[in-house]
T-cell receptor, first 111, second 115 residues
């Protein structure tokens, strides 16, 4: 079984500041992948970043980076230099034998 | 290369009617997943299909719901005798055979409203 927990229903950040979204997970799979997806009001699901569990190096994609702590089963997303366009619902997800999502965190960006 | 196409975008059904949601995966993708998203909630896995095979339907309600992915044509999620609780956004995602090399690509969803 796979579970994903996002303990922050809502977060706010000032434009140009940095924010970290939390995610913890559990899985019985030895080989798995972790993802962060963004869902703006348009409802489109947009892949933000992914991490292979066997890689120790944290993934980065421009202003987005993760802090992957495998022993703690933690996979947080850091957004640097936040922009208004970053406002959305963010979902953490794990893929072992299927993709399972957390409940999501609403990110609000203040100008 | 067109993305994952879902239609219709919006679907309104009266209680007791049938809803048919379609999903055309990206070209070259042979795996399809269906997810349901209730308002203010995350996406819940429903079913995972490959061409002509259901691989995992552990998230699918046992009654009234069915899914298929025929050799030719789109994947279909069918909901019979819809009830108000079926109102949600239904997302389809596709991937090539080895998802480790490619993340899931999502369609824009079908919003089902049951009146």
């Amino acid at each position: 079984a796979q579970t994903v927990t996002q303990s922050q229903p809502e977060m706010s950040v000032q434009e140009a500041e940095t924010v970290t979204l939390s995610c913890t997970y559990d899985t019985s799979e030895s080989d798995y992948y972790l993802f962060w997806y963004k869902q703006p009001p348009s409802r489109q699901m947009i892949l933000v970043i992914r991490q292979e569990a066997y890689k120790q190096q944290n993934a980065t994609e421009n202003r987005f980076s993760v802090n992957f702590q495998k022993a703690a089963k933690s996979f947080s997303l850091k957004i640097s230099d936040s922009q208004l366009g970053d406002a959305a619902m963010y979902f953490c997800a794990i893929y072992g034998n299927k993709l399972v999502f957390g409940a999501g965190t609403i990110l609000r960006v203040k100008s | 290369n067109a993305g994952v196409m879902q239609n219709p975008r919006h679907l309104v059904r009266r209680r007791g009617q049938e809803a048919r949601l379609r999903c055309s995966p990206m070209k070259g993708h042979s795996h399809v997943y269906w997810y349901r998203q209730l308002p203010e909630e995350g996406l819940k896995f429903m079913v995972y299909l490959q061409k002509e095979n259901i691989i995992d339907e552990s998230g699918m309600p046992k009654e009234r719901f069915s899914a298929e992915f025929p050799k030719e044509g789109p994947s279909i999620l069918r909901i019979q005798q819809v009830v108000r609780g079926d109102s949600a956004a239904y997302f389809c995602a596709s991937s090539p055979p080895h998802v480790v090399n490619s993340p899931l690509h999502f369609g824009n969803g079908t919003r089902l409203t049951v009146t």
